[in-house]
């Protein structure tokens, strides 16, 4: 009996000087180390096509990924002690890949549809866009119905592409923003129908282009996350970090910085 009781204040004394070593240096490395262990991942899919939205840069926010997206993905890890993984897939595979599970969430300058809602949920949106024209300086393209017998370019599953069939015209659709745009400076099409901001990004890359606005034919988009209907606890996560950048006005600063990142 008296052997026990040696044990057992010995394992005690033993269990008092780990518990102390707890509170010295050591335990800064042990808990920070069990946090990282700890930390969770938010995996983001995104289409890193989409200027100033998300593109693939050397020094990007997330790993190689840059863009306005991108910070408000890294915040919303944040904000819940998590990190932000990118998946990079073509934009028709997102929705997909997010019903399968592979990702978390999609980032990528989504517009909230009706369409997207029966497979989907959206956040609450975080910025406003709408359809534009993007023209050679010289085109007589003023309004939406003088491209009816345009060659119209448009980028496979963007909203742009539902916007022109919408209006029951003819039009060829690419992969990515760049082709269409290529296909428009070589003079192979007359107009590439695309979000707004990203029209932008390749007006001021492309010399001989412009703009033509058309608000009668093209209505406001709005731009949200989309979560899987079953995972409402990352929506809501997600909305209180979104409402949390709106207020703080980090939304508009991330829009303002990668706005003059693409004028530069
Ligand atoms: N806003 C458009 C859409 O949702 C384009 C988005 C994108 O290319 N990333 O279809």
Known sequence: MKMMKKVLAAVLALTLVFAFAGCGKKETTESSSTEAAQKSTIIFGTNAEFAPFEYVSANGVIGQYDGIDMCIAKEIAAANNAEAKIENMEFDSLLVALKNKQIDAVIAGMTVTNERKQEVNFSTPYY??????????????????????????????????TCVKKLGYKYESFKKGTEAVMELVNGKCDVVVIDSATAEKY????????????????????YAIAVNKDNTELLNKINSAIKTMIENGKVSEFAAKYAEAVAE
């Open 203 to 222: 007006v001021k890359d492309n010399k001989g282009l412009k703009i033509v606005k058309d608000a009668g034919a093209f209505g406001a988009e709005e």
């Open 128 to 161: 406003t866009a709408t359809q534009v024209m993007i023209v050679k300086e010289d085109s007589t393209i003023a309004k939406a119905s003088d491209m009816k017998d345009k060659k119209i370019c448009v980028i496979q599953g963007y909203t742009g592409e």
